[in-house]
Every structure is written in structure tokens, then in C-alpha cells.
Nanobody
Framework: QVQLQESGPNLVKPSQTLTLTCTVS???????????WNWIRQRPGKGLEWMGG???????YYNPSLKSRTSISRDTAKNQFSLKLSSVTPEDTAVYYC???????????WGKGTLVTVSS
């Protein structure tokens, strides 16, 4: 059973970079061509917003609306993948989720989510 756990600061100041890490257990982020690893967020009063992901081979892909500020990377030794969102504003306040995507199916496994507030 795969498990995903988000970690990182809960409060970030405007203009700073938000950094979150997803630790995966029960599966390897490098071993299966059929899975990809994603970041999704939900801002207050809004729907889910896909931010980007990283494939088993390290290929990254991003939501075009966030691409200029988003970077996703991985640490294969720790079986983790990370999100960096730069130049944050209060509009980036959201619950951030990491999720495993089954290609052709969708997001099948989710972390519990972590609330990040952008405020001075």
C-alpha cells in the first residue's frame, strides 16, 4: 500500500519561495513506468489545481499557468519528490497535496495535504 506524506513550512512570507517535500513509502518513485508523481493544490473557495509532476525517469511537466514559478525535483535515495514555488503571494495560500498518478487513470493515491499560508 503506497503512502504519501507532505512536509514543509506552514507559513511563508510574500516574495519568498515555498518548498514542500513528499515522502513516499510502499512504492519507488523510479521503478514503474505506469506511475507519475504530482503536486496539486486547493486554494480557499477554489477547486483542485494541478501544479505539475515528475515521471519515473525524472521528466517533469508543469501547469502552464504556474510553470514560470514552479520547479519539481526528486531525491531518489530518500524516495522523495519536492515542489518549489517562487515569488509567492497571499493568493498562493492553499492546501498542497502530493499524489501518485496512474497513467491513463488519474490520481489514485493522495497524501493528507498540508496547509501553507502566505502572509507577512
Amino acid at each position: 500500500q503506497v503512502q504519501l506524506q507532505e512536509s514543509g513550512p506552514n507559513l511563508v512570507k510574500p516574495s519568498q519561495t515555498l518548498t514542500l517535500t513528499c515522502t513516499v513509502s510502499g512504492d519507488s518513485i523510479t521503478s514503474n513506468i505506469n506511475f507519475a508523481w504530482n503536486w496539486i493544490r486547493q486554494r480557499p473557495g477554489k477547486g483542485l489545481e494541478w501544479m505539475g509532476g515528475i515521471a519515473y525517469d525524472g521528466t517533469t511537466y508543469y501547469n502552464p499557468s504556474l510553470k514560470s514559478r514552479t520547479s519539481i525535483s526528486r531525491d531518489t535515495a530518500k524516495n522523495q519528490f519536492s515542489l518549489k514555488l517562487s515569488s509567492v503571494t497571499p493568493e498562493d495560500t492553499a492546501v498542497y497535496y502530493c499524489a501518485r498518478e496512474s497513467l491513463g487513470v488519474g490520481m489514485t493515491d493522495w497524501g493528507k495535504g498540508t496547509l501553507v499560508t502566505v502572509s507577512s
